[in-house]
Nanobody, 124 residues
Framework: QLQASGGGLVQAGGSLSLSCKSSGIILSTWSGNAVAWYRQSPGKQRELVATMSSGGTTNYADSVRGRFTISRDYGKSVVYLQMNSLKPEDTALYFC?????????????????WGQGTQLTVSS
């Protein structure tokens, strides 16, 4: 029900934009619930990268603040993650998720829908 795309290989300092398209999720759930991007590297726990409430309030992990921007198109049911000034430590599998409520949780277990993940690799 969530299809993430846009990952790839990029050099350090470069930019990339991820997209997450919803299908089959009713519009009221999509527009009324918070969304988030998580990432996971091999051997590490899933990390919360960015969130956006249903009202548009955003929050970021300290490691990406000022470099990443989360946004959403309510009409198209798409959430984006614009990533600039990429670093090798940003290399991970990135997941989009839809929360159970309008204000985002921090705990991954509280998210209702998950995308399949899209791989970002940043070379040094």
């Amino acid at each position: 029900q969530l299809q993430a795309s846009g990952g790839g290989l990029v050099q350090a300092g470069g930019s990339l934009s991820l997209s997450c398209k919803s299908s089959g999720i009713i519009l009221s759930t999509w527009s009324g619930n918070a969304v988030a991007w998580y990432r996971q590297s091999p051997g590490k726990q899933r990390e919360l990268v960015a969130t956006m409430s249903s009202g548009g309030t955003t929050n970021y992990a300290d490691s990406v603040r000022g470099r990443f921007t989360i946004s959403r198109d309510y009409g198209k049911s798409v959430v984006y993650l614009q990533m600039n000034s990429l670093k090798p430590e940003d290399t991970a599998l990135y997941f989009c998720a839809v929360d159970r409520r309008s204000v985002p949780h921090r705990e991954a277990s509280e998210y209702r829908y998950w995308g399949q993940g899209t791989q970002l690799t940043v070379s040094s």
